[in-house]
C-alpha cells in the first residue's frame, strides 16, 4: 500500500490500481466515461482529469487522466482544483455538441451515465447554436435497438464487444470528424453476450428492444432481486415490471457468478413470463375432454378429495421449481412416493456433481474461473449449455498475456499495454467436442470427438496424471494435455450434462482428483441442465417412475414430463394413473393430458430458492403479485396440505426451516437471505424507487383510482416505495442508487473493492463444504451403435422456458442435424435433406446440413424447448423420404451455432 494525498486528505492506496479505481473507492465523486472495471483503462474519453503536482510547493501541476495514471507513494492529486473541473466541464460541453437533447422521451433518460456526469462536472447551458451531426441508425436484431445519434464515442461499446466477449462483428468505422459504432451492414448481432450493450453504453446508443415494446420510465419500475432460470450458473438478475407485466431484465451485481454481465438468453429470455401460453385459473377436464374453469376453493376441495380418497400417490417434482415447492410436494406425498421428475442419465449426472460437491474438488465460481491458466473442456457446449461460463472461460485465456505484463511491470489495468504485448499469445485451452465450438477461436487445439472417444480420452488423461511416469500408452493429445495441466498455476477442467454421456462426467471427476494430489490449486467446473438440478436430486432417491408402476393420483409440479422422457414411456405413464393434477405456469403436453391444472407463479411472481452448479443456495423474489388465481406453487400444496389435515406451514419461511432440519445437506440455505421479519430502522426494503411517480391515467378506464399496492407477508420485501434499499443486505437490494449516480455504475459505491466483493456480502450461502478426497470412478463397458446421435443444445431454442419469449423465438433456428460428408454419405443424406429420428412411433425430422467440423461416425441433432434429448439419444436415424425443406428455415452451420 502507498499514501497518497488528495485534497489535501492522506488515503492509502492499492499500488495495483489506477487513480481512478482508487478515488471511487474512497467515495470520490469523479466522472467518467471511456473506463470499466472489467475492461481497464484506454484514456479515450479524457473525462476523469484531475491535477497531479510534483510537490507541495507546486500551486500549478499538471493535468492527468485519473484513469492512466498509476499510484506511487508519496503522489499529490486534486479532484476539486479548479483547472481540472473545467476542464472535465469543457469535455463535457464538447460532447454535447452532437448529443441531442431529448432527455424527456429517451429511453435511457433517468438511468443515464451521461446524465449523471453532465451534471456532476456544473455543465447546463450550451453556447453551440449550429447544425448538429448525425448519423442513420441500423438494425442489429430482435434484441438490441440503435440511435447512433446519442453516441460520444467512448469506444466502451467496441471494447466491451470485440475484446471482452469475442464479437467480431460490431466495430468502430471512421471517416474525417465522423466515427460511427455498428455493423457493416444491418443484420443480428450475433455474439450471444451481445445483450450487455444496453448496459455497457453510457447513453443511449443500444436500447432493449424488449422494454421499448412496452416503454415504461426507469423510475417507474418496481423491481425485486432474483435468479436467472435459464441454466444451472445462477446469475443474479434485477426483475422489473409495471402494472403486472414483466419489462425487463437487468444483470444485478454478483462478485463470484455473474459480475457485470449476462448473456443473452438471461436478458431477454423471461418475456415467457407476458405470453398468451400462461395458465390464468385453475381447470378441470370435463367428459368432453375440455378444461372447464373451477374456483380456487372448488379446485382445492376437489383435489384434496382426490388425495384422501387414493390408496397411492406420487408427486413429480422439478428442477425448473423451486426448492420450497419440490419440498411441499415431498413433504404432501411422502418422502417414499416423491420422484425429482429427472430422467436417468440427468439423475445419474446430478448425483455425480454432488459427489463432487461433498468432496475436495468442490466446483468452482465463475470469478474463480477467470483467474485458471490452463483449461481442458471435455465434452461441454459451455457457451450454448451454460453461456455466462463462457464469456469467464474467455477471460481465462488472456491470463498468459497478464502474466507477461506483470512480468513486464506494465499495470494489468493499462488494457492497451497489455494486449501490446501479448499479442495473439492466449493461455492453453484445449476443448473436446463433437462438434466445432464458439470457443474455439480462443483454443490451444479444438479436437472432434465422439462422445465416446472423449470419455476415453478423458480417463486415459487421468491415468496419465497418475502415473506420470508411465508414458508408454500415451497418445500425443493425452501427452500435450497432461503437460500443460501439470505445469500450470491453476488448472481448470469443465464439463457438463449437456452431451447426456456419463461417462464424460465420471471422466472429468477422474481428471480433478488425479491433479488434485499433485496442484491444490486444480478446479472444477461442472454444468447442470437446469436452476434447481442440485436441488431435486438432494431430496429425491427416486427420478422418474418405474415402468408400469402404478398410482391413484399423481401430482406434478412444474414439469413437462415429455421433456423427460419417450413418448412411449409418457404414455405408459398415464396409463397406469388413474388422476393427473399437475401445478405449473405455462401449458404444456402434460398440462394438456391432466384432469385437474393448478395455475402457478413464475420466478417474476414468487419467492423461491435455488441451488447452482457450485451449490450455492440463492433466494428469487418476484417483481409483483400474480393476477387472478395464480399462487406459487408451494402456496397451492400448502393449501391442499391444509385441506388434507396433514402437517403444513404457514409462510414460506416455516417451509424453508422444515427443509433445513429435515435434510442436512441444505441446512445452510435458510441463511442464503433473511426472512419476512427483517427489517432495518424499522422498514422492508422497497420495490419501487424513491422516484417513483406513482399516479398515471394507464387504468383511467376501469377506475380513476390509483390502485392500492398489494402487501407482501412472504418476504422482507415490500410492493411500495416506502422502505429501506441503500442499506439493505445484498440479497434483498432490488436495485442500486446513490446519490448523483442513477445508472448502473453506482454498484461501486456498494463494493468493497472496485470490481470486487459486495461490501454486504455477495449473495447466497454455499451449501457443501468437505474435504473429503473423492475417489477414482472406474469406467462403464460401453458398446453403443456405430452412429452416436448427439445433442446439440442452443442458446435460444434448447431452454424449456426460455425459448418461449417472443424475441427468443425470433433468434432461434430451426431444428437441424450436422453431420460430416463421410457421416452424410453413409446414412445417404446431403445438405437440406430430411434426416428422420425414429423411435416407437414417433419421429422428429431435421434438416441437414454438412459441416467438417463434426466428428466422424456422429449426426449432431439441434433439439428445441418442445423436444426431450433423451428421447434423441435413443432413436434410430434414416433418411425422410417424405421431407420438404421450409421455404424459410433457418438452418445455420456448426460455425454459428450460437445464431
Same mark, same amino acid.
Given at each position: ?27 470520490e ?8 472495471p472489467?475492461?481497464?483503462s ?36 486534486s ?6 473541473s473545467g ?41 453551440y ?14 434484441f438490441?435497438?440503435?440511435e ?7 469506444y ?7 475484446d ?40 443511449g ?12 420510465r ?7 432481486p ?7 450458473l ?41 405470453s ?23 379446485a ?33 406425498v ?18 455425480l456433481h ?32 451454460? =453461456? ?12 498468459a ?5 506483470h ?20 493461455s ?11 470457443l ?66 465420471k471422466?472429468?471427476?477422474?481428471v ?15 454444468? &447442470?441442465d ?36 419417450s413418448?412411449?414411456?409418457?404414455s405408459?405413464l ?72 396433514? =402437517? ?15 435434510i ?15 427489517r ?40 411500495s ?10 440479497s ?30 455477495d ?10 478426497p ?25 431452454d ?6 417472443s ?22 443424406? &446431403? ?12 419421429h422428429i ?6 459441416d ?48
Amino acid at each position: 500500500m502507498a499514501k497518497i494525498i488528495v485534497d489535501g486528505t492522506e488515503i492509502e492506496a492499492d499500488e495495483s490500481r489506477n487513480l481512478l479505481e482508487v478515488l471511487l473507492a474512497c467515495g470520490e465523486d469523479l466522472p467518467y466515461f471511456c473506463w470499466h472495471p472489467k475492461m481497464g483503462s484506454v484514456g479515450a474519453c479524457r473525462q476523469c482529469a484531475v491535477v497531479q503536482h510534483r510537490n507541495q510547493e507546486d500551486e500549478r501541476g499538471r493535468i492527468v487522466m485519473s484513469c492512466m495514471t498509476p499510484i506511487t507513494e508519496g503522489a499529490i492529486f486534486s479532484v476539486q482544483n479548479e483547472t481540472a473541473s473545467g476542464f472535465r466541464a469543457s469535455v463535457v460541453e464538447n460532447l454535447m455538441v452532437n448529443h441531442p437533447h431529448d432527455c424527456p422521451v429517451c429511453e435511457e433518460g433517468g438511468e443515464c451515465h451521461l446524465q449523471d456526469m453532465t451534471v456532476m462536472t456544473g455543465h447546463r447551458d450550451r453556447s453551440y447554436r449550429h447544425l448538429k451531426m448525425t448519423f442513420e441508425n441500423q438494425y442489429l436484431g430482435p434484441f438490441i435497438g440503435h440511435e447512433m445519434n446519442r453516441c460520444i464515442t467512448c469506444y466502451r461499446c467496441v471494447r466491451y464487444y470485440q475484446d471482452y466477449a469475442g464479437g467480431s462483428d460490431l466495430a468502430a468505422f471512421a471517416s474525417r470528424d465522423r466515427v460511427y459504432f455498428g455493423r457493416a451492414e444491418d443484420g443480428v448481432l450475433e455474439n450471444e453476450f451481445a445483450g450487455n450493450l444496453v448496459e455497457v453504453c453510457p447513453t443511449g446508443v443500444f436500447t432493449d428492444k424488449t422494454l421499448s415494446e412496452h416503454y415504461t420510465r426507469k423510475w417507474d419500475l418496481a423491481s425485486a432481486p432474483a435468479i436467472c432460470t435459464g441454466c444451472s450458473l445462477g446469475c443474479n438478475i434485477s426483475v422489473s415490471e409495471r402494472y403486472g407485466e414483466l419489462r425487463r431484465i437487468h444483470n444485478r451485481y454478483h462478485g463470484e457468478i455473474n459480475g457485470y454481465f449476462l448473456c443473452d438468453r438471461g436478458r431477454f429470455g423471461g418475456q415467457f413470463v407476458n405470453s398468451e401460453n400462461r395458465i390464468p385459473r385453475c381447470g378441470q377436464r370435463n367428459s368432453d375432454q375440455k378444461f372447464e374453469p373451477r374456483s380456487t376453493d372448488d379446485a382445492v376441495n376437489d383435489i384434496s378429495t382426490l388425495i384422501k380418497d387414493a390408496g397411492r400417490i406420487i408427486g413429480i417434482g422439478s428442477a425448473r421449481a423451486s426448492l420450497e415447492s419440490n419440498y411441499a410436494l415431498r413433504q404432501l406425498v411422502g418422502e417414499q412416493n416423491y420422484f425429482s421428475g429427472l430422467d436417468d442419465i440427468e439423475a445419474e449426472t446430478a448425483n455425480l456433481h454432488l459427489r463432487a460437491l461433498h468432496s475436495n474438488l468442490g466446483i468452482a465460481s465463475m470469478t474463480e474461473v477467470e483467474d485458471c491458466d490452463a483449461i481442458i473442456i471435455l465434452g461441454e457446449d459451455v457457451t450454448n449449455h451454460a =453461456p455466462r461460463l463462457a464469456l469467464s472461460l474467455r477471460q481465462s485465456s488472456h491470463n498468459a498475456a497478464r502474466s507477461l505484463a506483470h512480468d513486464a511491470g506494465i499495470p494489468l489495468w493499462h488494457d492497451a499495454a497489455v494486449r501490446g504485448l501479448a499479442q495473439d499469445k492466449k493461455s492453453p485451452v484445449f476443448i473436446l467436442t463433437p462438434y466445432a465450438d464458439r470457443l474455439d477461436d480462443v483454443s490451444t487445439a479444438a479436437i472432434r470427438l465422439s462422445p465416446r472417444e472423449i470419455a476415453d480420452t478423458g480417463f486415459a488423461l487421468a491415468n496419465a496424471i497418475a502415473a506420470p511416469d508411465d508414458t508408454d500408452s500415451e497418445n500425443l493429445l493425452v501427452a500435450q494435455m497432461k503437460t500443460v495441466l501439470m505445469s500450470a498455476r491453476k488448472p481448470l477442467i469443465v464439463s457438463g450434462s449437456s452431451l447426456k454421456n456419463v461417462e464424460i462426467v465420471k471422466a472429468s471427476l477422474n481428471v480433478a482428483v488425479a491433479l488434485k494430489k499433485i496442484n491444490p490449486e486444480t478446479r472444477l467446473v461442472l454444468a &447442470g441442465d437446469e436452476c434447481n438440478t442440485l436441488a431435486v436430486a438432494t431430496l429425491a432417491t427416486q427420478h422418474m417412475p418405474s415402468p408400469g408402476e402404478s398410482a391413484d393420483l399423481m401430482i406434478v409440479v412444474e414439469n413437462d414430463l415429455q421433456r423427460h422422457c419417450s413418448p412411449e414411456a409418457f404414455s405408459d405413464l398415464l396409463a397406469n394413473v388413474s388422476h393427473l393434477v399437475t401445478i405449473d405456469h405455462s401449458d404444456s403436453r402434460t398440462v394438456s393430458a391432466s384432469h385437474y391444472v393448478l395455475p402457478a407463479a413464475t420466478f417474476a411472481e414468487s419467492e423461491g430458492t435455488c441451488i447452482n452448479n457450485e451449490g450455492r443456495a440463492q433466494r428469487s423474489y418476484g417483481a409483483f403479485k400474480s393476477k387472478d388465481e395464480i399462487a406459487p406453487s408451494w402456496l397451492w400444496l400448502m393449501r391442499l396440505a391444509a385441506a388434507c389435515d396433514k =402437517p403444513s406451514c404457514d409462510a414460506i419461511d416455516d417451509l424453508l426451516h422444515e427443509c433445513a432440519d429435515a435434510i442436512p445437506g441444505l441446512a445452510g440455505i435458510v441463511a442464503a437471505a433473511p426472512d419476512a421479519n427483517y427489517r432495518g430502522h424499522g422498514l422492508k426494503v422497497n420495490r419501487m424507487t424513491h422516484r417513483y411517480s406513482g399516479r398515471t391515467a394507464m387504468r383511467a378506464d376501469v377506475n380513476v383510482h390509483e390502485p392500492q399496492q398489494p402487501g407482501d407477508e412472504q418476504s422482507a420485501l415490500t410492493y411500495s416505495m416506502e422502505g429501506i434499499n441503500q442499506s439493505a443486505p445484498s440479497s434483498v437490494k432490488a436495485y442500486t442508487w446513490a446519490p448523483g449516480w442513477n445508472s448502473n455504475q453506482s454498484i461501486s459505491k456498494f463494493q468493497d473493492e472496485i470490481g470486487g466483493h459486495l461490501s454486504s456480502g455477495d449473495p447466497g450461502k454455499l451449501l457443501f463444504s468437505v474435504d473429503t478426497p473423492l475417489e477414482p470412478l472406474l469406467p462403464a463397458s460401453t458398446s453403443g451403435k456405430a452412429l452416436d446421435l448427439v445433442p446439440a443444445h442452443h442458446i435460444f431454442s434448447s431452454d424449456e422456458m426460455s425459448s418461449r419469449s417472443s424475441a427468443i423465438r425470433d433468434a432461434a433456428p430451426a431444428p437441424f442435424a450436422i453431420l460430416n460428408a463421410e457421416t452424410a454419405s453413409n446414412l445417404d443424406v &446431403g445438405q437440406g435433406d430430411g434426416l428422420k429420428c425414429q423411435s416407437g412411433n414417433h419421429h422428429i425430422t431435421f434438416q441437414v446440413a454438412i459441416d467438417h467440423n463434426v466428428a466422424d461416425d456422429c449426426a449432431v441433432c439441434l433439439f428445441n424447448g418442445d423436444s426431450a434429448p433423451l428421447f434423441l439419444t435413443t432413436a434410430d436415424l434414416m433418411r425422410d423420404q417424405d421431407w420438404t425443406a421450409p421455404d424459410t428455415a433457418n438452418l445455420i452451420g456448426s460455425d454459428r451455432m450460437s445464431r
